[in-house]
């Protein structure tokens, strides 16, 4: 199917559209200074395209919340949700393939950051069979792709970094066409915005932005200052998705509206000088209200009768138990969230298990680094009491969400075991893609760390050479178990003759 969408006219009163199905291939990236029409040309792709491809928009603002009531959209508030749910959501909109606003209104930067950040991961991380097209649309993208950390909280930032990155240089193959703007090139991180083929440019003032526009647009830079003269709502269009040459397109209208607005003049009061003197120096007693009446006294009879009533029963304190008994309710808990979504952040993590201890009556008594450590373990079925200072410290060198899955094949190498199939690395690396985990399991090969053997049956076995750990070979995949070789059908057939 081909759908051109309808942007607006060029200087010769000639139609500007966008090829759809290139689109979603390409990507694109808007550019503006505010009040230059960003939200405006959103819409109008948005309008456009509604019925004719899944949409995922990424609101910050609340500006496109007014798409539900005319296209059907499921606007979600993203303050009333935790960030699992939300990951929860984001899996079934890719499932269902449902056109929601994601309104971020409510929350701050960082809530904002945390909230899109575990959103954009879930569409990426959908099964492959949800893999449909979606129109992906994150408005004021400098907010959730920084060029340069800011006064935000480190992790996340990165996690942000991380789902905008994804969209935008892997997201094609997930059916994810990602769509972005932002008010200054120079605020939006380079990676991000390299991935884009198509772009919108519109007013901006600031000589470093005018010269990566300029760049991406392959006008010359003395040409750049054409891009300062843009009148609002006008941007110069280039991509394979639009027009192979730069030209200057104005926006044509839209049927729906922001509830925001730029500032219009009205008229100033007519009252009097003296009059709003007045008013504005008025003791302020005049407009407060009167202080309560002081309470009717206790009659004497009341009184005695409360005096003689016993006084309520003490709340009772809660029970004080031993180190050990501490210990094993820390552990229950740890085993919980282990078996919890696994691709929430650690501080996170760990503060829901500080709140977790505490409302059991125990002291956390666990500092970030150890929590880390037991928290991979329980992941990987260790008990606890078991000496594995040993792999902890061969793990050290291991960024912290690899950590699950090499104690998984510790322990497998440790207790002799079959090496565990792809399905359970992924589970342990916190991913549903076969892919990534193998990638995964490279990188932990290439460190050293591991040595991966695969017979000629197609089992794969796996040691640790520096604590003399092997695991028994086991297939892969044991769905699908490769085809028995000639040589191993004849080692059967002589065994059976032995």
Known sequence: MTARIDMGRDGGGNGV??????????????????????????????EGSAGLVQQVVVDPEGDFVSLADAFGHIAIDAAEYSLTELAHLAARVREHRASVVLNLEGLEVDGQMRAAAAFLAALFDAPRDHWYPVLTVVDEAQLFAPAAAGEVAEDARRASLSAMTNLMCRGRKRGLAGVIATQRLAKLAKNVAAEASNFLMGRTFLDIDMARAADLLGME??????????????????????????????????????KSGSPKLTPLPTAPAEELRDRLF??????????PPPPAPVPMADLMRAVATPAPAPVPDMPVLDEAEQASVRSQIVAEIAGEDQRQPLASQFQDFTVRCR??????????????????MARAGIADGEDWDEALALAAALPEEMLAPFLGIARAARAGEPCPADARIAQLYGTSSLGRAKRMLAHIEEKGLIVMRTDLSGKRSVSLPHLGWTSAPAWPDPAKPPPVGRQAVRAAERAKLL
């Open 17 to 46: 559209a966008v090829d759809l199905e290139e689109l979603l291939a390409t990507r694109l990236l808007v550019q503006g200074n505010s009040g230059s029409g960003k939200s405006h040309l959103l819409r109008r792709l948005l």
């Open 221 to 258: 830079r003395k040409q750049a200052d054409t891009i300062r003269d843009l009148a609002r709502g006008e941007f110069l269009a280039l991509g394979p998705a639009i027009t192979r040459r730069p030209t200057a397109v104005k926006i044509g209208e839209v049927r729906t509206g922001s």
């Open 282 to 291: 008025a003791p302020a007693s005049e407009d407060a209200a009167p202080p």
């Open 359 to 376: 409302m059991r009556g125990v002291e956390p008594g666990t500092r970030i680094e150890d929590f880390r450590a037991q928290l991979a």
